[in-house]
């Protein structure tokens, strides 16, 4: 009897040791997952540390008191639960991946801080991916859009090629614990590409879902809303499954503290601010400088719109292919940047930022708040949902925080699509309609959103002394609201003098020239013909092949943009050139009407030429039209039936022939 008691003994002790041991090391490595700082890892320690202790008290405790292995069971039980129930209350980490979607990915973050997560927000290229193969990886949730015709986003690509490795064992990632939630438009044929994708290769490297993909679309009358909030409801039922909450989730008008928090700046932090000028002009985005060169009227003065031929100098090495982009970031007019301060009864002041790496470097970090109205801030923006949930929050004022509240909720859509989102009002006029809700100056990086850069086709093709040329059309509409609607970036251009300076970068676009002699075919309507200016002067440099353009507009004398370069082209025998006029030609004609016109020729260079074809321009419904062309190209010339010529044009695209950049 003693020795089978001293036995149970002795294992009971191995067992309390080897639990004791377990609980210590995940103590540890919770210690390392959480970034609290050192409050929380002291916290973390001396739970540790009162945990073992409290154990070897409970093996001594049944060394000297050992009535039964029936005892110590209950008594180690007990200590387990209690153990497991202190366990629940640490916090753990949660990691939001963005690609694009910044407003998205906050807004994660904030409903997980609700439920007790910290919460990382990074872009996808500056993530540190080696913490997917952690023993016990955060979990993580990828947001992420899709650019061109389904392709990764640009600040994707080095994370996508990574994952792609051949390398990487199909178990890689067993231990990640993830969810994608998709940002795109139905509109496109490759509606969320990179999200799908993204979520079929983490699954086989071995990753488990914490719950299905959300596929987030611009085109429901609700906007991403009317995909993500259903996809929030499943994606914390399912969070909650792997780590239960110790308590109820804190209320919604909960705010963490400020992600980037903007403080009035003291002393040296004062000196520390630039000249207005080279604040103005902040680097660090991969951008060089360029000068103004030429800014001039395409259209006719008494045309309604305003398309604008614009020239810059680059003042350092800056490299392009035809098809490329030029990213710029606008500034808010003056008067809109006088017009906020006032709004927020704020004065201009030097202020320092700090807090999460996340802030984009272009933001300097010692200024002053008009700068940051100026330059940094998109007060002209229409707001999205998110804006109300903040601001509500922020609001002492009952009948204006109610009026938010509905707004911000989720039943609340349809109101919110007809006070903001139809009507186009920006930020600044929801503040004056809410003069009682302001916010907060440690949290204006957090509630207002970043000014985002604007995408334009280069139109030059980079021979000789190297010149960026941009086809603008500059935005002004009207809406119910009394004042006309104004595109910021354009209208930012249209003011710009010659000799001023801007900042600059080059991406990659979707259409690229083939490297042989083939046929192009190009169909650009409006501005769209921006890049195909780039694409016929580097096809006449290189003297390869037949060069064809479908240009549309509205009259041959107000918005024939580049007509006299078009025609000496066409005179030189670079270019065959086939216009619509559509408020001159009989019948409204547009460039699907031209494409059929031409079916013969068309079809001879895709069927036996393999013709590459591009389309460009405007997405609302002349890319579909233009498709729907040339399918009935293939149904003539082919002796296709529809459903074939359909799939031959989608082939087409698959062997990237048939290329599309389109834009709302």
């Known amino acids: 009897m003693n020795s089978s008691k001293s036995t149970a003994v002795e294992e009971a002790q191995t067992d309390i040791r080897e639990h004791t041991q377990a609980i210590i090391n995940e103590l540890g490595s919770l210690a390392q997952e959480v970034s609290g700082g050192t409050e929380i890892r002291e916290l973390l320690s001396r739970v540790s540390r009162q945990t073992a202790m409290s154990l070897d008290m409970c093996i001594r405790d049944t060394q000297q008191a050992l009535v039964g292995t029936q005892g110590l069971a209950t008594r180690l039980a007990a200590k387990t639960e209690d153990t497991q129930e202190k366990l629940k209350t640490l916090t753990k980490t949660i990691d939001i991946v963005k690609v694009a979607g910044e407003d998205t990915a906050r807004r994660i973050a904030r409903q997980a801080h609700r439920r007790y997560f910290t919460t990382h927000v990074h872009s996808m290229d500056s993530f540190d991916r080696t913490i997917l193969f952690q023993a016990t990886p955060p979990l993580t949730i990828f947001v992420c859009s899709t650019t061109g015709q389904g392709s990764e986003p640009s600040n994707m690509r080095k994370f ?87 308590r109820e989730i804190m209320p919604e008008d909960t705010v963490p503290e400020p992600v980037f928090r903007v403080e009035p700046a003291v002393g040296g932090e004062e000196r520390a601010i ?115 949930e903040l601001l509500r929050v922020f609001s002492d004022h009952p009948a204006e925080r109610d009026r938010l509240a509905e707004l911000a909720s989720t039943q609340g859509q349809d109101d919110l699509l007809a006070y903001c989102v ?195 321009g405007s997405a609302n419904g002349m890319p579909q039209d233009v498709r729907r062309a040339f399918v009935a190209v293939a149904v003539r010339g082919g002796g296709l039936s529809e459903d074939d010529a359909l799939a031959y044009v989608r082939s087409m695209e698959r062997q990237g022939r048939y290329q599309e950049e389109c834009w709302y």
């Open 422 to 616: 139809r009507p186009r009002r920006t930020i600044l006029e929801v503040l004056d309609d809410f003069p009682h809700s302001r916010v907060p100056l440690r949290y204006l990086l957090d509630v207002f959103p970043l000014i985002n850069e604007r995408a334009y086709s280069i139109s030059s093709h980079a021979a000789g002394e190297p010149r960026v040329d941009l086809t603008v059309a500059v935005v002004e509409h009207r809406t119910v609201m009394q004042a006309p609607r104004l595109g910021l970036c354009s209208q930012w251009l249209r003011r710009m003098r010659v000799g001023e300076a801007v900042r600059m970068r080059v991406e990659r676009g979707t259409m690229r020239l083939p490297d042989d002699a083939r046929p192009v075919i190009m169909v650009g309507p409006g501005t769209g013909i921006a890049a195909f200016m780039a694409f016929i002067g580097r096809r006449r440099e290189q003297a390869r092949g037949d060069s064809l353009l479908f240009f549309g507009c509205r009259r041959s004398s107000a918005d024939f943009l580049y007509e006299q370069q078009l025609r000496s082209w066409v005179d030189e025998g670079w270019l065959a050139l086939f216009c619509a006029f559509s408020r001159e030609d009989e019948g409204a004609a547009y460039v699907q009407r031209r494409i059929g016109e031409n079916w013969r020729v068309l079809w001879e260079m895709i069927s036996e030429r393999d013709a590459m074809v591009y389309v460009s």
């Open 274 to 388: 630039e000249p207005a000028e080279e604040r103005a002009m902040a680097v660090g985005d991969g951008s060089v400088a360029a000068r103004l060169v030429l800014n001039e009227r395409l259209t006719a003065t008494d045309h309604f719109q305003d398309v604008r031929h614009l020239q810059f100098a680059p003042q350092a090495r800056l490299s392009w292919a035809p098809g490329d982009t030029c990213m710029l970031r606008p500034s808010n007019p003056s008067s809109a940047a006088t017009a906020f301060l006032h709004t927020m009864h704020w004065a201009d002041q030097p202020v320092a930022i700090a807090g999460s790496p996340g802030l984009p470097q272009w933001v300097p970090r010692h200024t002053t708040l008009w700068h940051l109205a100026k330059h940094c801030l998109d007060i002209t923006a229409v707001p999205r949902r998110s804006f109300f």
């Open 160 to 246: 996508w090629r990574f994952l792609l490795r051949k390398s990487l064992p199909h178990d890689a990632l067993s231990a990640l614990r993830f969810a994608v939630f998709g940002l795109g438009d139905s509109h496109y044929d490759g509606f969320n590409f990179a999200a799908k994708r993204l979520f079929r290769r983490l699954k086989a490297l071995g990753a488990g879902e914490i719950v299905g993909r959300g596929d987030g679309d611009d085109a429901h009358y609700l906007g991403l809303d009317g995909a993500l909030d259903p996809w929030l409801g499943r994606l914390w039922a399912g969070v909650e499954a792997i780590c239960p909450l110790p």
